[in-house]
């Protein structure tokens, strides 16, 4: 795929053409501050929000970036958030999308080429994502740096104008590289789905969507190809994949195929072909909205991959339906809902675009995160990714090698940072010292500290009694944040740094009790532990979360039962965005005008 980051900042759309050289062809580029031709471009982007406090945050970026000129202007922004309840999932995040556009635009809505991102979790695998969402996630790239939202509508730059009305859906977390040859065209103009798919290891079919794909209209070769499904598996075992016929062989997979390790090989290998992004017409829109008007009130969870595709395709049976052991939580009402939704979408067309030379990235994790932005090299050719991003990094502070990634952040000379680290938001003083494999984010870091490896630090403005305080989470990148026990007496088995949580809270000065965590008695894990100082200052809630930490490491006391505390899931409910993006904003006028400065000496 060409190179992104330089192909988003030519000024105009029509000049696609330039970007197509051989085998890593490109999107076109995206202009912003630039008004978008009517045609080309999305006539409405819509983002998902979980609930108001997190769709305020999103409206506000949005308006920023746009006052910036950071977008293609004359084009529809909406955030659309979620109605108040239980969690409706993705799926039903979609059909709640299509019931807003018909309120905002009536009949009108049916002609739209409409770009629906899914960006309303709560990002408990990557928590530096989830006070301001995975959507504005920071990329190592681009002056000023991009977001996934840039990125995206610079990847799907060429579908609109290829498209006929109609919603494409993706995730807010993932990235699409592809290559085709120059005269080929992605094209979603057939009635009923058009999915994308991607060649990948059988490893990673088992937590993804499998097409099984018709074998007598399929080859295998090329760089795109046209193809028909037969049904669509979601998140399958690898017995399923093979008895299904979902498993391909292929010859010399290439350089942007995910097949493994197989990529300069002569050697066949096994792949299944795997998910990302689908579209739907708007017959189709227009069913789902009527089922979802008849069914009233949604209360469970529906999977937009899921509960829709296994739905199509003249293989598809209903025997899914039943299956619940993908869901985080089943509500008495999914089995019913899940076979409405085969009666009504039975029969419906699954059309594939197989991309045979193309490659997946998910971003959705600490791990991910820190792999494909420090040390995928095939990302970072891709994408051109850099090691400094939009920085002030004097050529004093040191590094111990370029792997690193510093992302629109202040690092005085002095300071060391790790191999395989990102910093992002974030001014670092003179005496820190970043071990490997470590996220810093949003924080302000000006005492004499060795940061260990493998540590995640994040802080976050809060409003409390309408007074701004600040609180830092830290935790172990392999920390696993989404883990809960039903019962106290199980606390024992949550680990933090790699060490029992009940063990941490003996050296805290803490009690095992219902009021250690803020969520119902069903619910204890370590988003939900109030072990995080609240602090009158940034860099103080800092300091106050590294004690912590260091007093797990060298097993020594330190008191938290003197202070406030909240849990990561109270900071997100009283998160200030206003104050974390005036932080984020200052520091991106230091680099304004550290660079001009810059010009103007030379």
């Known amino acids: 795929m060409a190179n992104i980051a330089r192909a988003t900042e030519k000024p105009r759309a029509d000049e696609a053409a330039e970007n197509r050289r051989g085998p890593r062809a490109g999107p076109a580029p995206l202009s912003p501050g630039r008004a978008a031709r009517p045609g080309q471009f999305w006539d409405v982007v819509a983002l998902t929000a979980a609930d108001a406090q997190q769709g305020s945050a999103y409206e506000q970026q949005l308006a920023e970036k746009l006052r910036r000129k950071e977008l293609p202007l004359g084009v529809r922004y909406h955030v659309f958030v979620d109605p108040p ?46 006070a301001l969402g995975k959507i504005f996630t920071a990329l190592p790239f681009g002056n000023p740096v991009y977001q996934m939202l840039e990125l995206k509508l610079a990847m799907y730059i060429d579908f609109p104008s290829h498209m006929k009305p109609g919603i494409l859906i993706t995730c807010s977390d993932d990235i699409e590289l592809y290559s085709i040859g120059v005269t080929e065209t992605i094209t979603f103009d057939k009635p009923g789905f058009t999915a994308l798919a991607h060649p990948s290891d059988l490893s990673i079919g088992t937590t993804h969507g499998v097409f099984v794909l018709d074998p007598s209209s399929f080859s295998g070769k090329g760089g795109l190809e046209y193809r028909s499904c037969r049904c669509f598996l979601h998140k399958p075992d690898i017995e399923k994949m093979r008895q299904c016929g979902a498993v391909c062989i292929r010859q010399n997979c290439s350089q942007l195929s995910s097949c493994g390790d197989h990529s300069d090989s002569e050697m066949d290998s096994e792949c299944v072909y795997t998910d990302s992004i689908f579209y739907i017409d708007h017959n189709i829109a227009k069913l789902l909205l009527a089922f979802y008007k008849q069914i009233d009130t949604l209360c469970c969870e529906i999977d937009a991959y899921g509960d829709f595709l296994q739905a199509l395709g003249p ?102 940072v790790g191999p395989g680290s990102i910093i992002e938001y974030s001014r670092i003083g003179p005496e820190v010292s970043v071990g490997n494999n470590s996220i810093i984010s949003g924080s302000y870091i000006n005492l004499k500290v060795d940061i260990p490896s493998d540590c995640f630090l994040s802080s976050l403005s809060v409003k409390i009694n309408d007074q701004v305080k600040y609180v830092s989470m830290v935790f172990s990148v392999q920390d696993n944040l989404k883990k809960n026990v039903k019962l106290l007496s199980d606390v024992h088995s949550l680990q933090f740094f790699g060490v029992s949580l009940l063990e ?93 400065k810059e010009k103007s000496d030379l």
């Open 85 to 130: 309840g239980p969690k409706i999932g993705n799926g039903g995040s979609t059909l709640h999308v299509l019931q807003c556009l018909e309120n905002l635009y009536g009949d009108k809505w049916t002609s739209f080429i409409v770009l629906l991102i899914h960006s309303g979790g709560y990002s408990q695998r990557l928590p530096s994502a989830s």
């Open 504 to 596: 941490c809270l003996d050296l805290w000065d803490l009690k095992v009790s219902n009021q250690l965590f803020s969520s119902d008695n069903t619910n204890f894990g370590l988003w939900t532990a109030r072990i995080f100082p609240v602090c009158s200052t940034l860099s103080e809630s800092v300091r106050m979360s590294l004690k912590l930490l260091n007093s797990v490491q060298h097993k020594s006391a330190f008191k938290l039962s003197e202070f406030k505390l909240l849990s990561v899931e109270e900071m997100l409910t009283l998160k200030d965005v206003e104050d974390m993006l005036k932080f984020r904003k200052q520091i991106y006028e230091e680099i304004c005008l550290q660079r001009q």
């Open 315 to 416: 293989g598809a049976t209903q025997d899914y339906t039943k299956n619940t052991s993908n869901v985080t939580k089943e509500e008495s009402q999914l089995v019913e809902v899940r076979q409405k939704l085969y009666s009504l979408l039975k029969g419906t067309a699954l059309n594939v675009i197989v991309l045979n030379n193309s490659k997946f990235y998910h971003i959705g994790t600490t791990q991910e995160y820190l792999f494909h932005f420090t040390s995928d090299s095939k990302l970072k050719f891709e994408l051109d990714l850099l090691s400094v991003a939009f920085s002030i990094f004097s050529d004093k502070a040191e590094t111990l090698d370029r792997s690193a990634s510093i992302i629109q952040s202040i690092l005085e000379p002095g300071c060391i």
